[in-house]
């Protein structure tokens, strides 16, 4: 584990009526037990609520879970609002309940990557410490 | 000859297994207690089988709340079901029904659980798309079309619009000549939970409990069959709870419930024979046995002799179970069936009143019919090809089903005494003490998985290289523009005036102590929505968002 680079900032949230957030949580824990500095904006927020708090927070990633199906109408509707924001080198991971055909999709909208149920901690840890942060101009 | 009871075989005994292969992760249950080799009578010091075990049927019903269980009567199958609209999901209803299926359970959409309309902006995506969505009284007529509510039991997941829901169910059935007299079935209506785990609640804790005992009340007086609550551990244990937690916490919630009621003036055994619960059934199968037959023991005693109630009906705990939703995996999903199978064995010889097992493509959709089939015919093996219906709990008297009870006894009280240190239930929440101590379980239980301490199958064990992907069910997204265009329409063809002060009167009860099923009967006649009907509420209750720091 590195000691000398900055701690990665994160923020994590669930979007739309969904409330499961046993996951969130769980990875929330993780993360910050591997030193990022993590964010958890908490339930029900809407898209413009969690580009604001990316905003606020001058986050790097943005982690969002979904286990309504609504994700199709709002990972991208929060993408296309990070770029509006300016946002654009922001990244973005999902989890949740997602369906294996509808992963290329948000890939392809920009989604670095989609974690399903079974992913252990370590797996999403060594992946954002791969990735890093995003750099600002 | 030498017996149990002889030392020199029991010393034998520990010379063997001191000296035969252990694991290197001493054993556990799912829920991280620990597992000793062997149980013996000495497990059970202090054991009296006639205060402890008894007979089924009778105090402290340890065995069992009927006399001879599965041998008159089996478990009602009822598999949870709903998506799309109301049609979709009654054509889903009258498919499970022609495949055996005994009871209904009704799966309502986000926007329903949350109490907002089909056409609220902050539903957009989600209408139809985890339940079926009702907006108004014709969509619930639209659910049970066909369907003989005077012989089909239904049960209705639903927590904080709980009381508007079964206004529209009551409303229907009245509409269709069936008197509440003969309607059977169970509202979800536990509130507590949600603060505790699903996070399915709008308003503050006190107005939300109110309106739990006001289903109570109602049904106490017009519904007498009805089951007012169904108190539930499920959720808490899919949040990851142990299996004590779960147990615990699900109790507490039923006292504080029973105690509101009383503190109404209503008397103890009117209502508590109708209230019934609903469990988890995870993987550890002696360890959900010895948790159901924990919870209908601590009940009783509760009932009997702090509550005092004098009824044998309101001693009786009485479960719905459903397996373990957490435990399926989206890695090898076929071995999902044989997970489920386990666990419905697990609840059955834990002797539930009624049965909900998953399909094994849960973890990626809602189910499809054949995987659904599937499901149903887990329990149909179950109770016709095993054995295990043929004599009363068949495990009672184990060395280690009993001990292990004893100890889910012991936890649970633990947990009772501290809720009572933190003054009780609902300052104990507004602490977060129950979301902490399940956040901490569920993310000690992930450590333990990551670390292979806990083995799962296809995940951190046995994976497979190549998965095929399976068929799964897909919700259109015509669902959505179906039910708004029809909600539309329902709201051009209604009497706005009489809307208006239908809405104008929920608000007014709200605001008193007053029972509020009779303004929102009448609202649900006068087709107002479940949005409109919550706002009202709303705006005498308020909002909450406390819980969501945990």
Same mark, same amino acid.
């Given at each position: 584990?590195?000691?000398?680079?900055?701690?990665?900032?994160?923020?994590?949230?669930?979007?739309?009526?969904?409330?499961?957030?046993?996951?969130?949580?769980?990875?929330?824990?993780?993360?910050?037990?591997?030193?990022?500095?993590?964010?958890? %904006? &908490? /339930?029900?927020?809407?898209?413009?609520? @969690?580009?604001?708090?990316?905003?606020?927070? !001058?986050?790097?990633? $943005?982690?969002?879970?979904?286990?309504?199906?609504?994700?199709?109408?709002?990972?991208?509707?929060?993408?296309?609002?990070?770029?509006? %924001? &300016? /946002?654009?080198?922001?990244?973005?991971? @999902?989890?949740?309940?997602?369906?294996?055909? !509808?992963?290329?999709? $948000?890939?392809?909208?920009?989604?670095?990557?989609?974690?399903?149920?079974?992913?252990?901690?370590?797996?999403?840890?060594?992946?954002?410490?791969?990735?890093?942060?995003?750099?600002?101009? | 000859?030498?017996?149990?009871?002889?030392?020199?075989?029991?010393?034998?005994?520990?010379?063997?297994?001191?000296?035969?292969?252990?694991?290197?992760?001493?054993?556990?249950?799912?829920?991280?207690?620990?597992?000793?080799?062997?149980?013996?009578?000495?497990?059970?010091?202090?054991?009296?089988?006639?205060?402890?075990?008894?007979?089924?049927?009778?105090?402290?019903?340890?065995?069992?709340?009927?006399?001879?269980?599965?041998?008159?009567?089996?478990?009602?199958?009822?598999?949870?079901?709903?998506?799309?609209?109301?049609?979709?999901?009654?054509?889903?209803?009258?498919?499970?029904?022609?495949?055996?299926?005994?009871?209904?359970?009704?799966?309502?959409?986000?926007?329903?659980?949350?109490?907002?309309?089909?056409?609220?902006?902050?539903?957009?995506?989600?209408?139809?798309?985890?339940?079926?969505?009702?907006?108004?009284?014709?969509?619930?007529?639209?659910?049970?079309?066909?369907?003989?509510?005077?012989?089909?039991?239904?049960?209705?997941?639903?927590?904080?619009?709980?009381?508007?829901?079964?206004?529209?169910?009551?409303?229907?059935?009245?509409?269709?000549?069936?008197?509440?007299?003969?309607?059977?079935?169970?509202?979800?209506?536990?509130?507590?939970?949600?603060?505790?785990?699903?996070?399915?609640?709008?308003?503050?804790?006190?107005?939300?409990?109110?309106?739990?005992?006001?289903?109570?009340?109602?049904?106490?007086?017009?519904?007498?069959?009805?089951?007012?609550?169904?108190?539930?551990?499920?959720?808490?244990?899919?949040?990851?709870?142990?299996?004590?937690?779960?147990?615990?916490?699900?109790?507490?919630?039923?006292?504080?419930?029973?105690?509101?009621?009383?503190?109404?003036?209503?008397?103890?055994?009117?209502?508590?024979?109708?209230?019934?619960?609903?469990?988890?059934?995870?993987?550890?199968?002696?360890?959900?046995?010895?948790?159901?037959?924990?919870?209908?023991?601590?009940?009783?005693?509760?009932?009997?002799?702090?509550?005092?109630?004098?009824?044998?009906?309101?001693?009786?705990?009485?479960?719905?179970?459903?397996?373990?939703?957490?435990?399926?995996?989206?890695?090898?999903?076929?071995?999902?069936?044989?997970?489920?199978?386990?666990?419905?064995?697990?609840?059955?010889?834990?002797?539930?009143?009624?049965?909900?097992?998953?399909?094994?493509?849960?973890?990626?959709?809602?189910?499809?019919?054949?995987?659904?089939?599937?499901?149903?015919?887990?329990?149909?093996?179950?109770?016709?090809?095993?054995?295990?219906?043929?004599?009363?709990?068949?495990?009672?008297?184990?060395?280690?089903?009993?001990?292990?009870?004893?100890?889910?006894?012991?936890?649970?009280?633990?947990?009772?005494?501290?809720?009572?240190?933190?003054?009780?239930?609902?300052?104990?929440?507004?602490?977060?003490?129950?979301?902490?101590?399940?956040?901490?379980?569920?993310?000690?239980?992930?450590?333990?998985?990551?670390?292979?301490?806990?083995?799962?199958?296809?995940?951190?064990?046995?994976?497979?290289?190549?998965?095929?992907?399976?068929?799964?069910?897909?919700?259109?997204?015509?669902?959505?523009?179906?039910?708004?265009?029809?909600?539309?329409?329902?709201?051009?063809?209604?009497?706005?005036?009489?809307?208006?002060?239908?809405?104008?009167?929920?608000?007014?009860?709200?605001?008193?102590?007053?029972?509020?099923?009779?303004?929102?009967?009448?609202?649900?006649?006068?087709?107002?929505?479940?949005?409109?009907?919550?706002?009202?509420?709303?705006?005498?209750?308020?909002?909450?968002?406390?819980?969501?720091?945990?």
């Amino acid at each position: 584990m590195s000691q000398t680079a900055p701690a990665l900032r994160v923020v994590l949230a669930k979007v739309g009526l969904d409330g499961h957030d046993r996951g969130i949580k769980v990875v929330a824990r993780g993360l910050r037990d591997a030193g990022m500095h993590v964010i958890y %904006a &908490g /339930l029900w927020q809407t898209p413009e609520a @969690v580009v604001r708090t990316v905003a606020d927070e !001058d986050a790097q990633w $943005l982690g969002l879970s979904l286990l309504s199906g609504a994700h199709l109408t709002l990972v991208p509707r929060i993408l296309d609002l990070l770029r509006k %924001a &300016g /946002l654009e080198n922001v990244q973005v991971m @999902v989890g949740g309940i997602i369906p294996e055909p !509808d992963i290329p999709r $948000l890939l392809e909208i920009g989604v670095a990557r989609v974690f399903g149920p079974g992913t252990p901690l370590s797996e999403i840890v060594e992946f954002l410490r791969e990735r890093g942060g995003a750099v600002h101009a | 000859m030498a017996t149990v009871t002889d030392r020199t075989a029991h010393d034998r005994w520990e010379r063997e297994a001191a000296v035969a292969p252990s694991r290197e992760i001493p054993p556990t249950t799912v829920s991280s207690v620990a597992v000793d080799a062997l149980y013996t009578p000495e497990s059970l010091n202090g054991f009296d089988p006639e205060v402890d075990l008894g007979y089924p049927g009778q105090y402290p019903f340890a065995r069992g709340i009927h006399a001879t269980m599965y041998r008159s009567r089996l478990w009602t199958m009822r598999q949870f079901a709903g998506f799309g609209t109301a049609r979709q999901t009654n054509e889903r209803f009258r498919f499970l029904l022609d495949k055996g299926q005994t009871g209904l359970s009704t799966a309502f959409d986000l926007p329903t659980l949350m109490g907002l309309d089909s056409d609220d902006p902050r539903c957009i995506g989600e209408v139809g798309r985890l339940g079926v969505a009702v907006d108004t009284l014709d969509d619930m007529r639209q659910l049970f079309d066909g369907i003989d509510l005077s012989k089909i039991s239904v049960s209705m997941t639903i927590n904080a619009p709980a009381i508007v829901i079964l206004a529209f169910f009551l409303a229907n059935a009245e509409d269709h000549g069936v008197d509440w007299k003969d309607l059977r079935g169970t509202l979800q209506n536990d509130i507590l939970k949600e603060f505790h785990a699903q996070n399915e609640f709008v308003f503050p804790p006190e107005p939300s409990v109110r309106l739990v005992a006001d289903v109570i009340e109602f049904c106490t007086n017009h519904v007498p069959q009805w089951n007012t609550v169904s108190i539930s551990g499920y959720h808490i244990r899919e949040a990851g709870s142990t299996a004590v937690q779960e147990l615990a916490f699900t109790l507490a919630d039923g006292f504080h419930y029973v105690e509101t009621c009383l503190a109404r003036g209503m008397d103890v055994d009117s209502f508590a024979p109708r209230l019934s619960f609903f469990f988890n059934a995870h993987n550890d199968i002696f360890e959900e046995i010895a948790k159901y037959r924990a919870a209908r023991v601590l009940w009783a005693e509760a009932l009997r002799d702090h509550y005092l109630a004098k009824k044998e009906a309101s001693w009786k705990l009485r479960f719905h179970a459903q397996t373990a939703g957490c435990s399926l995996q989206d890695k090898q999903p076929e071995v999902n069936l044989i997970r489920v199978a386990y666990q419905a064995l697990a609840a059955a010889l834990g002797g539930c009143q009624s049965l909900h097992t998953n399909s094994l493509d849960e973890t990626l959709a809602l189910p499809s019919e054949h995987a659904v089939t599937l499901a149903l015919r887990t329990q149909q093996v179950l109770a016709y090809e095993t054995g295990v219906t043929n004599t009363v709990d068949p495990v009672g008297g184990s060395y280690f089903v009993e001990a292990l009870t004893k100890q889910m006894e012991e936890g649970a009280r633990n947990y009772f005494d501290r809720i009572e240190d933190l003054g009780g239930m609902v300052p104990a929440l507004e602490a977060g003490f129950f979301r902490r101590e399940i956040a901490d379980a569920a993310f000690t239980y992930q450590r333990e998985v990551d670390a292979k301490y806990k083995l799962v199958v296809g995940v951190n064990a046995f994976p497979e290289a190549d998965e095929k992907p399976i068929e799964t069910l897909a919700i259109d997204d015509h669902v959505e523009k179906e039910q708004v265009a029809a909600l539309r329409q329902v709201k051009s063809e209604r009497d706005p005036a009489r809307v208006q002060k239908a809405l104008d009167e929920v608000q007014r009860t709200a605001a008193t102590s007053n029972n509020l099923m009779p303004a929102l009967l009448e609202a649900a006649r006068t087709r107002c929505t479940v949005g409109e009907i919550m706002h009202a509420m709303e705006s005498v209750f308020g909002r909450y968002d406390g819980a969501a720091k945990w």
